[in-house]
């Protein structure tokens, strides 16, 4: 390996673990290891000693086995068994331990997302119109409930919100210069026509039938199919659909916390007054409390094993229906990058506009 | 051994290693030491050096992190487990 020294060195000593956890850790993650383990979740082999070891070897292998590594081309996040709903320092953390009298009865399944995947969708929806008058609302409507079943969406509808809110205080004037005024002008009149109306079931019967004529919309309609069949009986399990009874405490923790952050950004091309209005709200998301994971499933350690297992069981078929949606989600937001770019080859050559940093090298930055 | 003996030889063993599991975790639920662990087995036949080790962690968790007018978070040592190279 090539590469500066490095200062600090890890020594692995043979037999020993690379890490010890507390029995404030162990005890819990044995419940589950132990439900894990009936259920076939986790394996005997994957035993080193450590229950937070053993439960984490079976995570891993079902995370894998559920296409996680297809899921994490696009989405930029984790997927955790945790014991707090929210993220705690190394200090607080010991903090917490050090008061902690008895072990704990709940873990959580979280997921979260620390960027918003850029679907700069404005491209792909032009090719489905030549299609099909109603296919980019349908794909649109498809796409958009089936994310967010695992994650907050930004996309028009929250720039319109975010626009309307600071529009009220500008002259007419600040209103033709502002960037709000173009949310609205820039949505796309098959969207706009068609969104309010198109309901979900229609617009999947129409994906169902539709024959395309290309090969990049059959590809597009195929995994969008794939992806709405993974999330078919599941719902977005949105903190807030927690109550005391489910998690003690949770009602005043939801009042200091903000919303989830968002896992994707729908524009329709980057750096569009959509964009510019996701920016805005991105600067100050987490000012005033901890932001709320997308996904929280809580499982209780004190129910009857019966119980126990169903839940378990529960929790991880949701979390296997939500990284098997991803990822199929994910060939989705690959296509419509590589549409939208290939959209700004054509643009560039037919316009005779100087090259601009490449869409790859924004997208990067905006992430 | 046919086939099928060994298909049940095969099933038996992974029901004992369930088992075996099953019970070390059970364990694990009521803090009991893991003697399959060599460093839990030695804590367990020297629990002194267990409260030698507690007391050395709770003087350097007082040292760890920032003291008065320092900013919030600094740490003071490095994180556990890090080898830090003499000086030269």
Same mark, same amino acid.
């Given at each position: 390996m090539i590469g500066l020294p490095l200062d600090v060195t890890l020594p692995k000593l043979k037999g020993i673990r690379g890490w010890y956890c507390t029995r404030w850790d162990e005890g819990p993650a044995a419940v589950l290891g132990m439900s894990t383990l009936r259920l076939g979740i986790c394996r005997p082999d994957d035993w080193s000693g450590s229950a937070v070891d053993f439960v984490e070897r079976g995570f891993r292998r079902f995370c894998s086995r559920n296409r996680?590594? =297809?899921?994490?081309?696009?989405?930029?996040g984790d997927l955790r068994i945790t014991d707090s709903l929210f993220e705690l320092t190394e &200090? *607080?953390?010991? &903090?917490? *331990?050090?008061?902690r009298e008895e072990m704990t009865d709940h873990l959580y399944l979280v997921g979260d997302y620390e960027a918003a995947a850029s679907i700069p969708i404005g491209?792909?929806?032009?090719?489905?119109?030549?299609e099909n008058h109603l296919l980019p609302a349908a794909f649109y409507q498809v796409l958009t409930t089936n994310l967010y079943k695992w994650m907050r969406v930004y996309d028009y509808l929250d720039a319109q919100e975010h626009a309307e809110m600071w529009m009220e205080d500008l002259s007419d004037e600040e209103l033709e210069a502002s960037v709000y005024r173009k949310v609205d002008l820039e949505t796309p009149a098959c969207i706009k026509r068609h969104a309010k109306t198109l309901k979900y079931e229609r617009a999947r019967n129409l994906l169902r039938e539709i024959r395309p004529h290309t090969s990049v919309t059959r590809e597009l309609i195929r995994h969008l199919l794939e992806m709405d069949a993974h999330g078919q009986g599941h719902a977005h399990a949105w903190p807030g659909q927690l109550s005391e009874k489910d998690v003690p405490g949770i009602d005043e923790w939801l009042m200091d916390a903000e919303n989830s952050r968002p896992g994707c950004l729908i524009t329709w091309y980057e750096n569009d007054a959509i964009n510019a209005c996701f920016d805005e709200e991105a600067q100050h998301m987490g000012e005033n409390g901890p932001c709320q994971p997308n996904v929280t499933l809580p499982i209780h350690l004190d129910r009857p094993v019966k119980e126990l297992d169903e839940e378990v069981r529960r929790?991880? =078929?949701?979390?296997?229906?939500?990284?098997?949606?991803l990822a199929a989600a994910a060939k989705i937001v690959e296509l419509v990058r590589d549409l939208y770019d290939e959209y700004l080859r054509e643009h560039r050559i037919e316009s005779g506009l100087p090259v601009e940093p490449g869409a790859a090298g924004v997208r990067e930055e905006q992430l | 051994m046919t086939r099928r003996n060994l298909a049940a030889a095969a099933c038996r063993t992974i029901t004992e290693d369930t088992k075996r599991v099953l019970r070390a975790l059970e364990e694990a639920t009521h803090g009991r030491v893991n003697t399959s662990d060599p460093i839990m087995e030695q804590l367990r036949q020297c629990p002194e050096a267990f409260k030698v080790g507690e007391i050395l962690c709770k003087a350097f +968790? @007082?040292?760890?992190?920032?003291?008065?007018? @320092?900013?919030?978070? +600094?740490?003071?040592?490095?994180? @556990?487990?890090?080898?830090? $190279? $003499?000086l030269v």
């Amino acid at each position: 390996m090539i590469g500066l020294p490095l200062d600090v060195t890890l020594p692995k000593l043979k037999g020993i673990r690379g890490w010890y956890c507390t029995r404030w850790d162990e005890g819990p993650a044995a419940v589950l290891g132990m439900s894990t383990l009936r259920l076939g979740i986790c394996r005997p082999d994957d035993w080193s000693g450590s229950a937070v070891d053993f439960v984490e070897r079976g995570f891993r292998r079902f995370c894998s086995r559920n296409r996680a590594v =297809d899921a994490k081309r696009v989405w930029v996040g984790d997927l955790r068994i945790t014991d707090s709903l929210f993220e705690l320092t190394e &200090q *607080e953390r010991n &903090q917490v *331990e050090a008061g902690r009298e008895e072990m704990t009865d709940h873990l959580y399944l979280v997921g979260d997302y620390e960027a918003a995947a850029s679907i700069p969708i404005g491209a792909t929806l032009a090719r489905l119109e030549a299609e099909n008058h109603l296919l980019p609302a349908a794909f649109y409507q498809v796409l958009t409930t089936n994310l967010y079943k695992w994650m907050r969406v930004y996309d028009y509808l929250d720039a319109q919100e975010h626009a309307e809110m600071w529009m009220e205080d500008l002259s007419d004037e600040e209103l033709e210069a502002s960037v709000y005024r173009k949310v609205d002008l820039e949505t796309p009149a098959c969207i706009k026509r068609h969104a309010k109306t198109l309901k979900y079931e229609r617009a999947r019967n129409l994906l169902r039938e539709i024959r395309p004529h290309t090969s990049v919309t059959r590809e597009l309609i195929r995994h969008l199919l794939e992806m709405d069949a993974h999330g078919q009986g599941h719902a977005h399990a949105w903190p807030g659909q927690l109550s005391e009874k489910d998690v003690p405490g949770i009602d005043e923790w939801l009042m200091d916390a903000e919303n989830s952050r968002p896992g994707c950004l729908i524009t329709w091309y980057e750096n569009d007054a959509i964009n510019a209005c996701f920016d805005e709200e991105a600067q100050h998301m987490g000012e005033n409390g901890p932001c709320q994971p997308n996904v929280t499933l809580p499982i209780h350690l004190d129910r009857p094993v019966k119980e126990l297992d169903e839940e378990v069981r529960r929790v991880f =078929d949701h979390a296997s229906a939500m990284l098997r949606s991803l990822a199929a989600a994910a060939k989705i937001v690959e296509l419509v990058r590589d549409l939208y770019d290939e959209y700004l080859r054509e643009h560039r050559i037919e316009s005779g506009l100087p090259v601009e940093p490449g869409a790859a090298g924004v997208r990067e930055e905006q992430l | 051994m046919t086939r099928r003996n060994l298909a049940a030889a095969a099933c038996r063993t992974i029901t004992e290693d369930t088992k075996r599991v099953l019970r070390a975790l059970e364990e694990a639920t009521h803090g009991r030491v893991n003697t399959s662990d060599p460093i839990m087995e030695q804590l367990r036949q020297c629990p002194e050096a267990f409260k030698v080790g507690e007391i050395l962690c709770k003087a350097f +968790d @007082s040292l760890k992190y920032a003291q008065d007018g @320092s900013e919030f978070g +600094d740490r003071y040592l490095p994180p @556990s487990g890090a080898v830090i $190279p $003499p000086l030269v």
